[in-house]
């Protein structure tokens, strides 16, 4: 299911995290959410994800294996995806203007979840 806007299915979020375990906490606090998140391991896994998919968000750890975190965001804009970007890590300098949000280590779950999914005016008290 597209959004009005007709781009990625509502809620989905390509988690790209090498750290098996921070990679699943990010993924069961998305899911948690009503988010769905799809993780891959690389920045050279996330590009061949979003030649298939659209998605509303991509949340990348600055430290991959095969690239940085910023080059991977890089990469993201140049395919002309129109989705939000989130960098978990590294500095806040190199992720300033370039990453929707920076999110430094330790990462706190709560403030990303808000960002990722923040809550709908009709659902707050």
Known sequence: MSDS????PRGRVLV???DQQRGRLV???LRR??????????????LLVLRE????LVITEADLSDMGGEELITAVRRTGRRCRTALLGGDPAGAQGLADAH???PLSLVALGHFAAP??????G
Do not use: C, I, W, Y
């Not at 806007?5 to 990625?8: F, K, M, R, T, V």
């Not at 809550?119 to 707050?124: A, L, N, S, V």
């Open 119 to 124: 809550p709908r005016p009709d659902t707050e």
């Open 103 to 105: 999110f430094p280590h």
């Open 16 to 18: 790209v995290e090498h």
């Open 53 to 56: 998919q659209e998605v509303e």
């Open 5 to 8: 806007s007709g781009g990625a």
């Open 33 to 46: 959410r009503g988010l769905q998140p799809q993780r891959v391991g690389s920045g050279v896994e996330a």
């Open 27 to 29: 993924e069961k606090m």
